[in-house]
């Protein structure tokens, strides 16, 4: 059982709820998300810090972690940490905007480090902006934060949605994190054709999995998932290079395994394995993790 997770988070006994599935919907994923950034939080040698997570999980998202998961949030953190560095990098090269999509329960606006004048964007469903809104109410984000709700589906609106903020920005970054994973490949490409559309859209930060990884992650949490209406689709097997067609070439690939072995967070046999050349082109049956940079073909001057 994990660290701080209550022991009714497993216990088939607590009453939080068998009666319905363990993941309810889409945003019970963010809620998982949000529970494993907390986990790391908490540990003495801790990547990030991140003092909302626990709130932002709440019990709900304790009670996914402890049953849903048979090891440790490793991979979940390393992904968060290495997208703060991305982040950080290019704000530092000159970004002005940070647009975070399907932004679920995330609180880097309110947890790092970022310019005041530097303004964020983040974007989800309704339910979810509302919730994060309550739990978050009084707390101050370190730069300019803009919520908006919107169904990512809607081509249209999103469309609108990205011609506005392109039309504001000098230099925008994209993030989505955890999102890609749930949109079959025809979304996900029609999704890099339209943030390739605003001129002002320089790079986009995302994870992405192997098709050996998904069929093992569809095997440990394939019906939860499906419960929840959310089944994992996304894994490409162009690896980052599935992206081209749109406008976007991948300037940067960071393994997950690699990063976890270099920051000791995974056990002896598994460091050995990030030994191997580094996995950045086509993806097979090998489970692989990473997280990607992409940036549109004719980025914007300055």
Known sequence: MFPGVPR????????????MPLLRDVSDTARWAAMHRALESERPDALFRDPYARRLAGERGEQIVGQLEKTGPWAWALRTHLIDGVLLRSIES???TVVNLAAGLDAR???????????????????????????????????????????????????????RIGGEAKRAVVITEGL????????????????????SFWRWTLDLDSPGLLRMLRRSWGRPLEDAHSPLKFGPPEGPAF???????????????K????????????????????????????????????????????
Do not use: N
């Open 94 to 96: 000159g970004a002005d």
């Open 8 to 19: 009714c988070a497993v216990d088939r006994r607590c009453a939080l709820d068998y009666a």
């Open 243 to 257: 992206f081209e067609p749109a406008g976007w070439t991948p300037v940067e690939v960071h393994s997950i395994v």
């Open 259 to 302: 990063t976890a072995a270099r920051e000791k967070r995974i056990g002896l046999l598994r460091r050995l394995l990030a030994r191997l050349p580094e996995s950045s082109g086509r993806q097979g049956r090998r489970p692989w993790m990473g997280v990607c940079v992409l940036e549109r073909r004719a980025p914007p001057a300055g």
């Open 109 to 163: 606006p309110y947890r790092m480090a970022l310019p005041p004048a530097l303004r964020w964007v983040e974007v989800d469903l309704p339910p979810i902006v509302q919730e994060k809104e309550r739990a978050l109410r009084g707390e101050q984000p370190a730069c300019r934060l803009e919520r908006v709700t919107l169904d990512l589906a809607d081509e249209a609106e999103r469309r609108r949605l990205f011609a």
């Open 180 to 199: 890609l994973v749930y949109l079959d490949p025809d979304q996900v490409l029609s999704l890099a054709r339209d943030l390739a559309g605003p001129a």
